[in-house]
């Protein structure tokens, strides 16, 4: 069932539970304010049937005729009898000898009053001492009109119950429209988004409600599904990339070295060339492996010149490309070079390191500063480029495995060195920060933990 339709159930139910609980507190109270005004309708009769018969007597003949005529109005539509103290009706008639027995009598002259109802008939007593006697004076009311009141009453909120179920169920049909059109429209979205178009946002409905938070919800979602597919796509073509080199060149020495018989030594140039290629692809897997968390050996800490290493860094990057390593400028700001020396993995932190390197050197086109200082005594590392920079969007996502910048195109890269540098750095408890402003260049600082 869909929640519109529940939600209209629901409303329509509780305004009926609600309609029935207050229908029947009125019905209540109308049938005990009604009953306690016939009652005492009925006790002022019988005060002035006493009054009317027993002090005839005794009241003057004007005063005992406004009596009469009072009498006489009130008494149109009830029956009243007098009995006197051997049960007997001294005055008016036998009302029913089923009712009015000689234990109510009793009863009467015990408790001065009684009122009771019967099927038809509703009764008042009062006990009344006159100088004639004692006497007993029961007045009768038929209950027909009461009941036919009471009936009309119930009929009336039975079809204001079902008038008002139908009015409840067509209005929550109507307001649910309303109010669930968001949601619609938000329904229709998701389902035309397709994986290729997950970085697709739902329009803003500007509802600021928990619709609203819903959509920012869902595009926050969206977004990181299409993060996660384009690291994984990423991930496919480093790999792809990577494995590629190495296995082609394996395979291309076997099937040479295949086709004829070779001689010792060329079996161990050929063994030599292929687990260097074995070594490179290992070299990956390790890399892949300390992205992902998957190598966490304890990191072995030896001291090292942090300058020697970053000009073991330049020569590699110049065996690459001369024309690359003369764009790299060290800038050396330490007096004492002993105060060089810093603590950890020095394999890891090279790695991370070139990886800094090669991407400011990949982005930009000028020279690359590289400037080694002292900062309350702790070593730092700058590394500055004037290149395209990184789009503010994206500097909060560097970090992240695979993924690569919006203003990257036509840059070879795999969205791993950032990523595994940071992961290093961590390792070794090196501070990593980073700044960049797009079309002004990138600044790296790296702080050492004092020695």
Known sequence: ????????????????????????????????????????????????????????????????????????????????????????VAYGKNLSLKSITPKILQQVRKNKKIRFETDKHFYFGIFYRDNQGDFVVFVQSNDAEFKAQNHELMVIMLIVLLVGLLVIYILSLFLSKVAYKPIDTIIKQVNAIEASSLDQKIVNLNTSDEVQSLVESYNNLFQRLSDTFKTQKNFINYISHEFKTPLASISGHLEVFAQKDRTPREYQETTEKVLKNVYEIEEILNTLMIVSGLKSEKVQKESFRIDELIWDCSDKIAAINEFAAARLRIELNVKDENSLTVKGNESEISIAIYNIIENAIKYSDEPVVITLLLVKNKVQIKIKDFGRGIKEKDLQHIQETFYRGSNVAGVQGSGIGLSLASILFTKNNIRFQITSKEQEGTEVVLTFAKL
């Open 1 to 88: 069932m869909k929640i519109r339709n529940r939600l209209t159930i629901i409303s329509s139910v509780t305004f009926g539970v609600v309609f029935v609980i207050a229908a029947l507190i009125i019905y209540v109270s109308f049938y005990r304010s009604s009953e306690k005004r016939i009652y005492d309708n009925l006790q002022r009769i019988s005060l002035l049937t006493a009054i009317y018969y027993l002090e005839r007597d005794e009241l003057p003949l004007k005063q005992h005729k406004q009596i009469r005529e009072s009498y006489l109005e009130n008494t149109k539509e009830v029956a009243v009898g007098i009995y006197d103290e051997k049960n007997q």
